[in-house]
């Protein structure tokens, strides 16, 4: 049997895993890294493998409760609940207290989005115009905001702060926009029946939320039978998750001011009590009742995102890569890239978000109906807007509800991935020129 390590050997091997976790671009070099491997195995002596793999018929329940689909649509209808399920939550908190909580705040992300998905959709239509393909143009409206993020966080203080919180803001909107899409223009024939459960689930969910109740199982008890509904009615599964966070608790239990008295009182009873020998009775009910009183200075929404943040950055994301990155990359690559739907996509998200962006944030400023992020200049919004372009997951997603047809699928999937790619490139070498700014100073021009 193996020595055990110590606890110093232990720390010096994991303290590189430590480093690489603690960068903001972490996840979406993981996301990069599983989307390589799956395009390398679907093109290499393997891909019989890669293809049979998703395939896999998975079953769950029995009787009248059985649900049997295969593993792909286990990704992209069960784990991608859960993405847009925290996708929910930070557009819940966004429009709370966020960027998003007042019109002013509001205007600019607001604007930048709604001309970065209109832009794109309206280059994809005009190349599809008359063609059954034409069902794509939701495609290239996303902005995939882990891997924008994560090239912004490469370039470090080369770009404002507020310039980060102008893209997170505005991919957030991309992203409800998106929902919408997906909600309103990719649905299944309905179902009315599940329908009409999932509303009743949905109302209870609001009931629950009304009454106070904070304890996570509830939530996720009342989420699950929502999204089997919501995946029986023919509007897509992952709906349930947005639904479900629009449902989770944003407020405390307890006040600041009063959890700040509490938790003095609490360690000043647990210094009293020191005997040195081990907390006694009366120190841990002092333990007890501040990590209670911990747990009611959160709220619930703030929890569940912080939880589950990690999970979904480093699971559930490359997972729905691995399964949906895995193109079939034709001999005749040059020709491919001509094909009316890979084309689309490529112009809609490289052109289309750069141009849509820009001069809906232009058009904005000029008018005096909102102001550009503090610190950041034309050249910045401009990168930004060209990062605008990097679509993958959602683009992905969207292209999977759209084309069900192999080849047109893969047309999308090729135009995604050349677009996010082109895209982050050049919005990198925009933004990389910006001299560094110092904390605290100002922005050298």
Known sequence: MPARLRPRQASLLLRPFHAFFALEAAGGIVLLACAAVAMVWANGPAADTYFALWRTPITVGGGPLVLSKPLLLWVNDGLMAVFFFVVGLEIKRELLTGELSSPRKAALPMIAAVGGMAAPAVIYAALNLG????????????????????????LGRRVPVALRIFLAAFAIVDDLGAVVVIALF????????????????????????????????????????????????????????????????????????????????????????????????????????????CRQIEAPLTRMEHALHPWVAYAVMPVFALANAGVVVPAAFAAALGDRVTLGVILG?????????????????????????????????????????????????????????????????????????????????????????????????
């Open 349 to 445: 998200l490289v052109l289309g978000k750069q141009a849509g962006v820009t001069l809906s944030c232009w058009l904005a400023v000029r008018l005096g109906a909102a102001a550009l992020p503090t610190g950041a200049t034309w050249r910045q919004l401009y990168g930004v807007a060209a990062l605008g372009g990097i679509g993958f997951t959602m683009s992905l997603f969207v292209a999977g509800l759209a084309f069900p047809e192999p080849a047109a699928l893969d047309a999308a999937k090729l135009g995604v991935l050349a677009a996010s790619l082109i895209s982050g490139v050049y919005g990198f070498a925009v933004l990389a020129p910006g001299e560094r700014i110092e904390r605290g100073g100002a922005e050298r021009e």
């Open 131 to 154: 063609q059954p393909t034409l069902r794509g143009w939701g495609v290239p409206m996303a902005t995939d905001i882990a891997f924008a993020l994560g090239v912004l966080a490469l």
């Open 186 to 293: 990719y649905a299944a024939e309905l179902s009315w029946a599940s329908l009409g459960i999932a509303a009743l689930v949905l109302a209870a969910l609001v009931l629950v939320n009304r009454a106070g109740v904070h304890h996570a199982a509830v939530y996720g008890l009342l989420g699950l039978v929502l999204w089997v509904a919501v995946l029986k009615s023919g509007v897509h599964a992952t709906i349930a998750g947005v639904l479900l966070a629009m449902t989770i608790p944003a407020r405390r239990r307890i006040a600041p001011e009063a959890f700040l008295a509490r938790g003095r009182e609490l360690l000043d009873a647990f210094a009293k009590d020191s005997s040195g020998s081990g907390p006694t009775e009366d120190q841990r009910d002092a333990a007890y009742s501040l990590e209670v009183a």
